[in-house]
């Protein structure tokens, strides 16, 4: 399945974001997805995921603020992000797993989209 990330930007410190992540192909249901960010200088880190199954993971910086949510009719995966900070600033991949379950690793994740950045600042 090939990925592709978008709607990133510029926002301010307490503002909103939904970022897309489009799917080609007829299996996108069978793949369990997730997003990782990246900031500079840092490594690659888990964001949040949903299984094929419907299971959803957050990592607990972006618990209660970040929702992680798709619609296999539209091959689509979005992540609603709220009550964005400064720390959030980073560019956003979205990947793809074919299991069952979802993974926090990105090691596990072989289909990876190119990435969106996101901004969040005064």
């Known amino acids: 399945v090939q990925l592709q990330a978008s709607g990133g930007g510029l926002v301010r410190p307490g503002g909103s974001l939904r970022l897309s992540c489009a799917a080609s192909g007829r299996t996108f249901r069978t793949y369990s997805m997730a997003w990782f960010r990246q900031a500079p200088g840092k490594e690659r880190e888990f964001v949040g995921s949903m299984s094929r199954s419907g299971t959803i993971g957050y990592d607990d910086s972006v618990k209660g603020r970040f929702t992680i949510s798709r619609d296999n009719a539209k091959n689509t995966e979005y992540l609603e992000m709220n009550s964005l900070k400064p720390e959030d600033t980073a560019v956003y991949h979205c990947?793809?797993?074919?299991?069952?379950?979802?993974?926090?690793?990105?090691?596990?994740?072989?289909?990876w989209g190119q990435g969106t950045l996101v901004t969040v600042s005064s």
């Open positions: 990947a793809a797993r074919g299991s069952v379950v979802f993974s926090r690793n990105p090691a596990d994740y072989n289909n």
